[in-house]
């Protein structure tokens, strides 16, 4: 299989992205995944693999919302969010493995590693909360995603900047979605308006860790606070919301999800993701 680009090997008919599980093609099939010469091999598959597991979690967190949402249009654009960041993380757990020389699929990585060996950012994994929460949480999220991504598209590893472009027109639409209802809720009646504020005060503490220095990086994290705040303030303004008065939620040790520490659903939401895998080791489904 032949393709003139990475971006192209990675989109169109060879988007095999949907599911995790056995009996699924390799998402990076006919893409050259050599490590570019000057590359840390191991440093890439870090990276990639915090952001696939961000990905990854935060998918399995808004599948919850299927037959929960209000309504039946946000069930179908949950779903359709989940299943954008699921083929994300696909293609960064799979990138992941091919860079560090290990060759390990994205199953192994999502369905046969401890909590303590995940790396994605605390706010990924929060649940349980009502709608208001969903939204802060996913538009917290997918600004700062969206941002990060737009970055990696210069990438000199020419498959995540492909991945990244791939996901750069997903996250943008993540984005809008969340904002739209960020909007329409803190505008909307006295009720909507404190369960959106109760929202943001929910994700608040957990904003700082997005933009922490880490040991592994391709793109500062601090840089991208400056256009995430701007943004931020944008909708708030037109929601009629205000910024919570909240600290940030401290590591254990300063360690956090990016070190393998993690909030106590981490857990919870293990067990479910990881149940049949384990339960039936070497099965197919």
Known sequence: MSFDNVYEAITEDNDARWAFGTGFADPLSGVDTSVPSGVDGAQLAAYCLMLGDDALIFSHRLQEWVSNAPELEDEVALANIALDLLGQARLLLARSGKADGTDRSEDTFAFLRAENEFRNVRLAELGGGHFGHTIAQLFVFSTWRLALFQRLESSVDPVLAAIAAKG??????????????????????????????????????????????????????????????????????????????????????????????????????????????????????
């Open 168 to 285: 750069v027109k997903e996250l943008a639409y993540h984005r809008d979605y969340a904002a739209q209802w960020l909007v329409r809720l803190g505008d909307g009646t006295p009720l909507s308006h404190e369960r959106m504020a109760e929202g943001l005060a929910a994700v608040w503490p957990y904003v700082e860790e997005l933009f922490a220095t880490h040991p592994v990086e391709l793109v500062d994290a601090a840089s991208l606070r400056p256009e995430f705040d701007a943004i931020l303030d944008q909708a708030l303004a037109a929601g009629t919301l205000e910024r919570p008065e909240i600290g940030a939620i401290a590591g254990v040790s300063g360690r956090t999800g990016r070190d393998g520490v993690h909030t106590e659903q981490m857990g919870f939401l293990l067990a479910e993701l990881q149940s049949v895998a384990r339960a039936m080791p070497g099965a197919s489904w």
